[in-house]
C-alpha cells in the first residue's frame, strides 16, 4: 500500500518537473499568458494585434532580460502591480498615471515582482528617471508625479539652437 501511495505521488510530480522544464517560445504562448512572460532566449514576449484575423498573437521582442528566462508572470504579480495582460504594448506612460504607480510601488509588487519592476525600471531609466526616486516620490508625496521629476532635471530635453538667444521669452499662458 505504501508503495502506491508512493508512486501515485511520484507520477504528478514527474508531470510538474516535465513542465517545469519545457521551453517556453512565445509564438507557442496563448494570448491570456503573453504579456510579461519571458522565452527560454531571455527575451520578452509581447502581444500584438494581429492584422489578419481579429485578435492577438503572441511575439518575440528583441528586449532581453539579463536575470530571468523562460518565465511566465504569475497572476498574483500581475493583480498586485495593476498591469494588463491584454494590453498590446508597453509604454512609459503608465508611469504618469498616479494609481498605476502607486500599485508598482506598493510592497507587493516592488518587493515581491522582479519582472515586472524590472520592465518598469527599464521604461523610466529610458525616461531619465529612476524608478527607486519616482517610488520615493510616490511614497512621501502621492501628488508629484513623473512629469515633475522629469521637468525637476532629472532628464532634460533637447533644447532647439533655433530659439537660444532669439527675442524675448513668451510669457507663459
Request: glycine residues 6%; charged residues 15%.
Amino acid at each position: 500500500m505504501a508503495s502506491l501511495k508512493f508512486l501515485l505521488f511520484l507520477f504528478p510530480s514527474s508531470l510538474f518537473l516535465h513542465a517545469s522544464l519545457a521551453e517556453i517560445i512565445c509564438q507557442d504562448l496563448p494570448a491570456q499568458v503573453c504579456a510579461f512572460s519571458i522565452a527560454t532566449s531571455g527575451k520578452r514576449c509581447l502581444l500584438e494585434t494581429m492584422v489578419e484575423k481579429d485578435g492577438y498573437q503572441c511575439r518575440t521582442s528583441e528586449v532581453e532580460v539579463v536575470s530571468m528566462a523562460n518565465y511566465i508572470e504569475s497572476d498574483e504579480c500581475v493583480s498586485a502591480c495593476g498591469v494588463d495582460r491584454t494590453s498590446t504594448g508597453i509604454s512609459s506612460d503608465a508611469l504618469l498615471q498616479p494609481q498605476f504607480t502607486a500599485k508598482l510601488c506598493a510592497p507587493a509588487c516592488y518587493q515581491n515582482c522582479p519582472n515586472i519592476v524590472d520592465l518598469y525600471f527599464n521604461l523610466a531609466a529610458g525616461e531619465g528617471v529612476l524608478l527607486a526616486d519616482l517610488c520615493d516620490a510616490q511614497r512621501s508625496n502621492p501628488r508629484r508625479t513623473m512629469m515633475e521629476l522629469l521637468s525637476s532635471g532629472a532628464a532634460p530635453g533637447p533644447v532647439s539652437g533655433a530659439l537660444v538667444g532669439e527675442g524675448p521669452a513668451s510669457a507663459p499662458l
